[in-house]
């Protein structure tokens, strides 16, 4: 007699299953934790915000009188200590071959409010140019070449067969040249 693979013959009706607890869900609204060990404090009510390796944060606005003709983007970057440091930026003015990190936010943030890039795209952008070093004081001084940054990327992401990862910075790329070409 077989009862539930009992006897040592198993008909496959009877998986034993392990039963784990689901992991506890906190609330973390006023901060995050990342690999750094700092919390930072990311601020609502912006296009987009993002953290700083020293627990600053960026975060872009819209500027007063923003509008299609005039889409100014105001950009505030806080250090952990509360000091600011504030930039109006014209994404039109932004040349991503050349450009600060707060700026690229900013013409990301505009290129994703105006549907011309997707926010999952728009978060790679910049992946891999400052691997947690980037602080208060360098998000808003230090200009790098974004655009080369997301043709390496791109390379990179073609060369280890993710074609996921190449089609989402060839889309990066694609904004950047009709963005470019406007003027």
């Given at each position: 007699m077989?009862?539930?693979?009992?006897?040592?013959?198993?008909?496959?009706?009877?998986?034993?299953?392990?039963?784990?607890?689901?992991?506890?869900?906190?609330?973390?609204?006023?901060?995050?934790?990342?690999?750094?060990n700092g919390v930072h404090t990311l601020v609502m009510g912006g296009l987009c915000s993002r953290g700083l390796a020293d627990g600053g944060c960026v975060t872009v606005y819209k500027a007063e009188g923003y509008s299609a003709e005039n889409p100014i983007m105001r950009v505030v970057t806080r250090?952990?200590?509360?000091?600011?440091?504030?930039?109006?930026?014209?994404?039109?003015?932004?040349?991503?071959?050349?450009?600060?990190?707060?700026?690229?936010?900013?013409?990301?943030a505009y290129l994703v409010d105006e549907k011309k890039l997707d926010g999952m795209a728009a978060l790679r952008i910049g992946a891999g140019a400052e691997k947690g070093t980037?602080?208060?004081?360098?998000?808003?001084?230090?200009?790098?070449?974004?655009?080369?940054?997301?043709?390496?990327?791109?390379?990179?992401?073609?060369?280890?067969?993710?074609?996921?990862?190449?089609?989402?910075y060839q889309k990066i790329l694609s904004a950047f040249d009709g963005f470019m070409d406007k003027d």
């Open positions: 077989n009862v539930n693979g009992i006897n040592g013959i198993n008909n496959g009706s009877y998986m034993p299953v392990q039963k784990r607890e689901s992991p506890k869900t906190r609330n973390m609204a006023p901060g995050f934790q990342n690999s750094f250090a952990a200590d509360g000091q600011e440091h504030e930039q109006l930026i014209y994404p039109a003015k932004v040349d991503p071959a050349s450009v600060t990190r707060t700026e690229i936010d900013a013409l990301a980037e602080s208060f004081s360098t998000a808003f001084a230090e200009k790098k070449n974004f655009y080369a940054i997301a043709e390496e990327m791109m390379k990179m992401q073609y060369e280890c067969h993710n074609l996921a990862g190449y089609a989402s």
